[in-house]
Every structure is written in C-alpha cells, then in structure tokens.
C-alpha cells in the first residue's frame, strides 16, 4: 500500500521510448509472477533456478522479433501489483494472464491478444451441476453455492456480474489454492482461467470440468503509455508468431490451443481499440463510492484482532506459566511449542489450519492469528513474570497459600500490569497481521484496498484512506499503551524493597 | 510447642546447617543472633517450609516436616506449618498491587474463607496495634519503610497464628523507623505472642527475649537467658561477634 503511495509520488521521469532502451540493452524485461503457476511461468521443473511457461517461450521469441541479439529478461513481481512496477520503470512491460479491460486500456497500452481465454467452471466429481446456469438456482438446502475465484481476476468479475442472488464468492491469492479448497469439500466450485484449469486438472483428480466453457477475454502485454514504439513492435511481432503458426506450436506444446484460437491470426489488426474514455468516477468519488466496502474490510480487520488478541494473551499466559512452574515434562514441550510457533511464519500455519485442518475461514483465520501471538506473548509474560521479585512469592507461600493460589491472587496480577505495555504494542502489529488472513479468504482492510486500488487504478486515493483507517483503529491502542507505561512507572512495578 | 530436631541443610555440596536442635515453648520469645551467613535465615525459612531439608525434623502441633518427605508430602506439611506462623522477612514483602488494607485482609479471605466484612473489621483492629490505621488506602510504594514493616507485621498477625518469625525486621531501616518497629515487636511480646527473632539489635534482645541463641557455622553453640549471654558469653564466637557489635 505504502508502495502504491511512493510509486504513485514518484511519477516517472519523461525520457524516450523503451524500445529504443530494450535495443541499446539487449533485453526486453517483462514483469510476472511465478506464483501465479502454470502455464502462464512458473518455476522450471528440469531446471528449477529457472521460469518455464507458455508465456516464457512467446517473450523469448517475441524479444527476438524487436531486433537482432534481443533476449527476454524474466522478472519476478506481486501479481496484483505488476502494472503499479511497470510504472515505475523496473521493467518494460507485464505479461502473466493480463486480461485486456478497458480500465486498464484507459492508462496503459495493450498488444493485440496472444491468447483468448475463457472460464471454466470446475467441481466435485460427480457433481449434479452441469452448468454454469445450474447456479442460477438455489441449492437444494437453501444455501448458496459458493464459488472459489483467484481475487481480482476475470473469472472474479464474471462470478460477481453473473451472481443470481445463489452464489456466494470466496476470493483466494492464488488459483490452485481455490482448487484445493474446493477439492478438499471446503467449497462447492471455483471458476478458473481455462489455462490453468486444462494445465492443473491432472493435479487435481478429485475435480471435473464442469459444462462448457462461459465468457471470453484477452490476454495482452501492456507497456507504459510513454512507450508506443515498443507497444507497436510487440503487437506486430504477435502477429507475425501468430501468422507463421509459430504461437500454435508453442501454446500445442502446453496443451491449451483450441479452436477458439484460431481468431488470434484472422481477427485482429492491431492492438484492441481503446473504449472511448468513459467518463467514470475518479480520485476521491471513488473512495466514497466503495466506502461501505472498506468498512465492513475494517470489520474484518477488527473481528479478526479482537478475536484473536484475547485468546493469544490467555494461550500465552498458560504456557508462560507452565514453563516457568509447571510440572516437569511439560517445560520443554512448551518450550518447544514457543519455538516452533516463533519459528514458522503465520502464513504457514494458516494454510495448515485451513488447508489441512478444513476449518472455517474465521476460525482459521483467528485459531492461527491467536497461536502465532501467543508464542510471542508467553515470553512477554515470561520476562513479566520473572520481574515479579521472588520475595512476593515467599510472602504468599508464608501465609498459607498453596502456590497456585500465590501466582493467581499475587504473582500474575503484578505481572499482567508488567506487560500492559508490550502487549498492546504487540496488539498493533497483529492488527496489521490480519492481512495475512487473505489466504484463507477473508478480504481484511489490505486486501480490500489492494483490489479497489487495481481495479479503479485510484491508488493514491485508497491508499491515503486505508492508512487512515488503520491509523484510527490502532492511535488509541497506541495511547492506551503510552497511558498504561505513565501509570507503571508511577506505581513502580517492583514497589517496597526487593 | 515448636521442636527441632537435628536440622540438617546442604545447598548442594554446602551444608549450611549441621544439625540444629531447639525447642520453644508457649509465650518464649527466642532471639537468634550470629554472625552473616551463619544460617540463621535459612533456619527460619526450613521452620515454615519455604525451604526443604536434607536432615531432622521440625514440628509444630500436627505440622510435621520432615526429611524423608517427598516433595508433595513437604508441600501439604508446609501449608500447614504456615498456617500456624506468621514471617516478617527483613524487605517487608508487601503486595505490592494491594492497599495496605488489602494485604491484610487477603490471606484471612482467601486462605481461612473468612467472610470479608469480619477480615476487615480484623485488621483495622491489627492496624491499629500496628499504629497504621490512618494509612489503609495506601499503596506499598507511598509507605516508609518502618511503617510498611509494621504493615507487614499485622498482615502476618492476621492469620492468628501461634509463632511469629522475624528475620531481621529491621535491618533494612534507620534508628528511628527501627524504634517503631521494635516497639510494636516488644507490645507483642507484652501480649504473650510467642516468637522466634532474628536480629541483630541487641538492646531489643537483651530487654525482651526470653532465651537468646547464639548461631555459628551452621549450629547453635550456645543458648542462655539475654543477661547471661550478653554479660558472660561462654564461647568464642560469641565473644567475638558482641565486641563486633560494640564496636559497630
Ligand atoms: N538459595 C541458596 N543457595 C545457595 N546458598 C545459599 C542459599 N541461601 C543461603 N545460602 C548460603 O547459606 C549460608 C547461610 O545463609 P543465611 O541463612 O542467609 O545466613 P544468615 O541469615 O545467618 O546471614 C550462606 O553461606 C549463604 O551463602
Ligand atoms: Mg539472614
């Protein structure tokens, strides 16, 4: 988000076109994505230090075709942020499933098509739904059908548009993790790119095909507005591959030519006209318009942080205290259970969670935020703990409390007021942890500007309004903090004489 | 009503106490003194449990310990033990998150089930002996030491119990915070509250113990009424740690 902000106020310098840069360099730099999977570029499985992908191969041939000695440099960025890079000029142009819209054609330039995609409903086998219709009616439970979609893509446009009132749209980060959901039986469908879904059907037994395919779109290479000499030269090139059979050969290779391809050589000229510029609402407008969306995205935040705090402060209290006075065997376990959680990033234990376990997307998405903090706030409370003085403990034991009585009425009272500090510091940062919370599907505050910002391009605006929102949610925490230290040092957290 | 029998404490290789016997009856006030490190701390501390021992046994009434105990037996016998002594340690101790009301009334609820509204008319009666009535909404931190020594003092005083141990309750104090405390100590005294005093001001012990004890290297080398030990010291250590003290 932050990035969005820099990148927007460092507009880039007015210099020549690119492709003149591309010749003097000898490379022609695209931005994508790896994560995104096959068979768009992924990782090379006979040479793993390297991208493979139908894509790959186009730019390698397409950067030959902008001059002799031209090779392709792959570049590796944040799928939903290629275009917010390419502004910035860390490379020349963003090729990775790009489909063409005319927001996007309103501020960059677009190549004609290297492929025509359309969506592919996929399902349980043996699923009684043989359509994309078929969602058009209620489940026979009442319940709405929810469809997996990979956030902010063409099939997440298509399911929302074409939403009957049956449908409920759970959006994921990347397109083969809906496919696992939907396979494990977390979800009844998820619509997917018909590359990816004819590339990752195999992977995925337990999933069919379901009807034939619904929508059609463009994917394109988009270059920067300043550049339409290399913009041209691309577009040419395309055609020239798709002319020469030389793009059937390659998307054969990957096992997504069809029929529908065929139009790449017969139906296009040149680059995809431009829509009229519409006259849609821009800059600030647009912030009030999708207001009510990055209210309830704060919700989210918030149900998220107040659910998971409580519960990372009370796990992390109980292991504190089991490692510091509990029985025997248990101190290393939970210590190890510290270490393992400190250990692993959040992200990895909410796929466990959800992934592996199935658990609802909240309970995941709580049940992992409150376990990855209870880590850090056990060793919190264990310095809080260990700050009590020892004389404490000595005076309770010495008027007949039995030690369990002595560390709930004496030791872990002075301690709590100890961590107050700490602890809401670490309430902060948890606040911006939620965003991690997007894989399991909820759309928290980050997430939901990252799709506003993408598909309004109104970055600056949204940016500006989620660190508001995520200023105002955490500045009282913050004086909270600062009010609760104020007092500690005033009551003087070891008091009397140690 | 208190007997010890051939107390025996190791801290590891250590043995810091080589079998103490002593034995103090109903309404004796026992002072011990001894030079720094002699045991004499950890000797209180093995009396009321907060401390398990190699060697011997203590007894008080029913509360038993013993050495032979397993950890869990030691720790029932402890509670006991506690419940019939009250400890003043040498740093007060005080809770430090409660009022002074607070600490006193907390064992007495939350140990006896005493009912609130008797556990405080309770201690503004101790508080009161204490002379620190007129502070039961202060916090620990806002007492001079004297008067949260004596806070102390009641708060131990609130649990009834049969013997009172101090260990050094005024050391950490000036002369004039040391007057106020040694004087509620010698009321108690007064009163008949029996109590085992380890101190090193020897003006309090000559005046008011009934039996004086004198530690060295981990044993009591020798017991005598205060005149007797003060005026005629029979054994060395003795006579050596008297001139240090005359001359400090
Ligand atoms: N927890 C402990 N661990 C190891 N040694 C200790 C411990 N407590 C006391 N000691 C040692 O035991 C000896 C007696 O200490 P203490 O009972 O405090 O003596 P006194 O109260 O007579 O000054 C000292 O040598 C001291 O260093
Ligand atoms: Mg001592």
Redesign the pocket.
């Known amino acids: 988000m932050l990035a969005g902000l820099l990148l927007a106020a460092l507009a880039p310098p007015a210099r020549a076109d690119a492709l003149d840069e591309v010749r003097a360099r000898g490379a022609l730099r695209y931005g994508s994505d790896m994560e995104g999977g096959g068979p768009y570029a992924f990782p090379d499985p006979d040479s793993p230090r390297s991208v493979a992908g139908f894509e790959v191969e186009i730019m390698d041939r397409l950067a030959r075709e902008l001059g002799a000695g031209v090779r392709a440099e792959f570049a590796q960025g944040q799928w939903d942020k290629l275009l917010w890079v390419l502004d910035s000029g860390r490379y020349d142009v963003v090729v990775n499933g790009y489909e063409w819209s005319p927001i996007r054609a309103e501020d960059y330039l677009a190549t004609r098509p290297y492929y025509i995609y359309q969506l592919q409903l996929m399902g349980p086998k043996g699923t009684p739904a043989r359509a994309w219709g078929d969602l058009k009616r209620p489940k026979p439970d009442g319940s709405p059908w929810t469809v997996a979609v990979l956030t902010a893509s063409a099939a997440d446009d298509f399911a929302h548009d074409e939403n009957a009132g049956t449908t409920r749209v759970v959006r994921f980060d990347g397109a083969t993790d809906a496919m696992m959901a939907v396979q494990n039986g977390q979800y009844d469908f998820t619509l997917q790119d018909g590359p990816a879904a004819t590339y990752y059907g195999d992977e995925f037994p337990g999933l069919e095909a379901v009807g034939p395919p619904v929508s059609r779109g463009y994917y394109v290479v988009y270059a920067r507005k300043s550049d339409p000499a290399l913009r041209d030269a691309l577009d040419a090139g395309i055609g020239r591959l798709a002319a020469s059979g030389e793009l059937r050969r390659i998307l054969e290779k990957y096992g997504i030519w069809n029929d529908l391809q065929v139009g790449l050589a017969t139906a296009f000229q040149g680059p995809i006209d431009a829509p009229p510029v519409r006259q849609a609402d821009r800059g600030w407008k647009l912030v009030r318009h999708y207001g009510d969306r990055l209210r309830d995205a704060a919700l989210v935040t918030l149900g998220l942080s107040f659910g998971a705090m409580p519960l990372a402060m009370a796990i992390g209290l109980a292991v504190a205290l089991g490692r510091m006075y509990g029985p025997g065997p248990l101190r290393p376990a939970l210590g190890a259970y510290v270490e393992l959680i400190r250990g692993t990033p959040l992200m990895l234990q909410l796929y466990v969670l959800f992934f592996l376990l199935k658990l609802d997307p909240w309970v995941a998405g709580i049940a992992g935020l409150a376990i990855n903090y209870s880590a850090y706030e056990a060793e919190i409370y264990r310095a809080g703990l260990q700050a009590v003085p020892r004389g404490q403990m000595e005076a309770a034991l010495a008027l007949g409390m039995s030690r369990s009585q002595a560390l709930r009425r004496v030791i872990v009272p002075q301690a709590v007021r100890i961590v107050i500090p700490p602890v809401s510091n670490d309430f902060i940062a948890l606040f911006k942890d939620t965003s991690v919370c997007s894989v399991v599907t909820l759309i928290e505050l980050t997430k939901e500007y990252s799709i506003l910002a993408n598909s309004t391009r109104a970055v600056v605006e949204f940016a500006t309004a989620t660190a508001a929102i995520y200023l105002a949610m955490s500045l009282p925490l913050s004086w909270f903090a600062r009010w609760s230290e104020r007092r500690l040092g005033a009551e003087g957290a070891k008091g009397g004489l140690a | 009503m208190i007997e010890v029998e051939g107390l025996v404490k190791r801290?590891g290789a250590?043995e810091?106490l080589r079998g103490v016997d002593l034995s103090v009856g109903r309404g004796e006030v026992a002072c011990l003194i001894?030079p720094?490190?002699?045991?004499?701390?950890?000797f209180l501390r093995c009396l009321n449990g907060l401390e398990r021992f190699q060697g011997g046994r203590v007894a008080i009434g029913d509360a038993v310990l013993d050495a032979g105990q397993s950890p869990r037996e030691h720790a029932k016998a402890a509670r006991r033990a506690c419940r019939r002594m009250g400890m003043v340690f040498q740093g007060f101790n005080l809770f430090v998150h409660q009022t002074v009301l607070q600490n006193v009334i907390e064992a007495p609820v939350h140990v006896l089930g005493m009912g609130r509204d008797e556990a405080v008319e309770r201690a503004r009666g101790l508080l009161d002996r204490v002379g620190m009535l007129h502070r039961l909404d202060a916090r620990p931190r806002e007492l001079s030491g004297g008067q949260q020594q004596r806070v102390a003092i009641a708060r131990a005083l609130a649990m009834g119990p049969e013997v009172m141990l101090f260990d050094e309750p005024t050391s950490a104090l000036d002369p004039k915070m040391t007057a106020e405390v040694l004087g509620v100590m010698t009321d108690l005294a007064r009163d008949g509250q029996t109590m085992i005093v380890v101190t090193h001001a020897m003006g309090f012990a000559r005046k008011v113990a009934t039996i004086v004890h004198v530690?060295g290297e981990g044993l009591i080398v020798e017991s005598g009424p205060p005149d007797r030990i003060f005026d005629a010291p029979a054994h060395d250590a003795t006579r050596s740690l008297l001139s240090e003290v005359q001359a400090a």
């Not at chain 2, 720094?36 to 950890?42: A, E, I, L, P, V």
């Open positions: 801290f250590v810091v001894g720094s490190g002699s045991g004499k701390s950890t530690f």
